[in-house]
């Protein structure tokens, strides 16, 4: 069972994230975290999918039923909670224009995805779009349309362990992103691909740029990098709904989290040899990632592009910013959209100011 106050906190970003208005109201008639009772936190978030479920607006049900499953499937209600978010995510992607399921057998285990722009006569660059240990490809499944129409291949996946992902997180775990291009290899160009891969899968994304040549650029947002897990004094710090969630994801028990991660850590020399763009999202006040990570990128990646929030974790007052800046970064890495970039900065110019205002 999780701490409700800690659940209350870190949802906040993913909720204004996925656009999800009435997330306020709904974290107030939450009381308990147990099971799927009246009040609890699987029971409201339900609810509020299904209201939107009764007024046909699958995509909007399925961010909710996401919410209903942070942040990880721990027992039944939860798990039934992901199956009626993935179900209504599919009824709104049999109504796109082209989103389509992809599944991809690995050695390790069936990765499941949403893509869209796939097996086209001329197979279009690849934007490959991950988020982190508590977010599943359904709540990023809504940017394949406006991908596609910029005239990219879009697949929406997520990190080993999370969601439908079969694969278990651990060392290694980035030979899942290489395994993925060698399968949309055809149905995508993926000889320059994009990673869009925010928190933790952007450590897995650098990682695995490291190897594979086809990475082109790592978009990514508050991602572990080096300190995060060599530092055991920034571990016992770390809120608790993070640790149980990186112990289940991992196998291993919450005591045993810091020292399983202390060989996970990026080395200088791999980040010095690292030649590829790489755009970083970072939050002054951190209560998860340490600055020294992002000293660390400052100090050893010749090409880093940073943005700083003064935030905590995620940037939950910097949203729509964030999501504005992630787009241009895009639309920069792949090149010959300058007015689109430039439009994407002028909006962010026009967010900062509203929120300095208000």
């Not at 600055?291 to 935030?311: F, K, V």
Request: with cysteine; net charge positive.
């Amino acid at each position: 069972m999780n701490d409700v106050a800690e659940l209350k906190e870190y949802v906040r970003v993913h909720a204004r994230g996925q656009g999800v208005g009435e997330y306020r109201a709904v974290l107030r008639e939450i009381r308990s975290d147990q099971a799927c009772v009246p009040g609890s936190w699987v029971a409201q978030w339900c609810q509020a999918a299904q209201r939107q479920e009764a007024r046909g607006r699958d995509l909007h049900a399925a961010r909710r039923y996401a919410l209903a499953a942070f942040p990880f499937i721990d027992g039944p209600a939860r798990l039934e909670a992901h199956e009626r978010c993935v179900a209504a995510l599919g009824r709104w992607a049999g109504q796109q224009r082209d989103v389509e399921p992809v599944e991809v057998k690995l050695d390790d285990g069936v990765v499941r995805c949403w893509g869209s722009g796939l097996g086209q006569r001329r197979p279009r660059p690849l934007v490959l779009v991950m988020g982190g240990i508590v977010t599943v490809k359904e709540q990023w499944a809504a940017v394949l349309p406006g991908l596609r129409r910029l005239g990219l291949a879009a697949v929406v996946t997520e990190l080993p362990s999370v969601g439908e992902n079969q694969i278990r997180y651990g060392p290694g775990s980035e030979r899942m992103l290489s395994g993925l291009l060698d399968a949309l290899d055809g149905r995508a160009d993926v000889s320059r691909t994009h990673l869009i891969a925010l928190s933790f899968s952007g450590h897995l994304a650098l990682r695995c740029a490291a190897a594979d040549r086809r990475i082109a650029t790592v978009i990514t947002a508050g991602a572990p990098v080096g300190p995060f897990f060599t530092d055991q004094a920034w571990h016992r710090q770390l809120p608790g709904i993070t640790l149980d969630t990186l112990a289940h994801l991992t196998g291993t028990g919450r005591d045993e989290v810091a020292a399983g991660l202390r060989g996970w850590a990026l080395t200088p020399a791999e980040l010095r040899a690292l030649d590829i763009d790489v755009f970083y999202a970072a939050s002054r006040r951190d209560d998860i990632i340490p600055p020294g990570d992002t000293r660390m990128l400052r100090e050893n990646l010749s090409r880093l592009h940073l943005i700083e929030h003064d935030d905590l974790h995620g940037s939950p007052r910097h949203v729509r910013e964030t999501q504005l800046w992630t787009l241009a970064s895009l639309l920069r890495s792949c090149g010959g959209r300058t007015v689109q970039a430039a439009a994407c900065h002028g909006l962010m110019r026009l967010e900062q100011a509203r929120r300095r205002l208000t």
